[in-house]
């Protein structure tokens, strides 16, 4: 399947590279990279990610990575990465509104 970003998810990438950068920039490009990596490879097998359980639709599902929540729908022949945010949140629906 494509993998696709919205502009919100693209964001929340620069920032938490913002964020880690302030201390360790080279950690910040390579932490980035496996959020993206991860992405990609829910992209390879979509129905594999979990039902994000504050939501419960069959087609909003998110991968997790470490303390980070890769939150993505799946449509027909794409899945768009909705936005990443920190596990320990609990996702509101407004947050999906781009």
Do not use: C, F
């Not at 970003?5 to 920039?25: C, K, N, S």
């Not at 950690?27 to 129905?47: I, K, M, N």
Request: cysteine-free.
């Amino acid at each position: 399947m494509k993998l696709r970003w919205t502009l919100r998810a693209r964001e929340d990438l620069r920032e938490i590279g913002r964020y880690i950068a302030r201390d360790r920039p080279a950690a910040a490009r390579a932490w980035v990279a496996r959020l993206q990596a991860a992405a990609r490879t829910a992209a390879g097998a979509p129905l594999s990610g979990r039902i994000v359980p504050e939501i419960g639709l069959p087609n909003l599902r998110e991968v997790l990575l470490r303390s980070y929540r890769i939150v993505y729908s799946v449509g027909d022949g794409a899945i768009l990465v909705l936005l990443v945010m920190e596990g320990h949140r609990l996702l509101d629906k407004t947050a999906l509104r781009e």
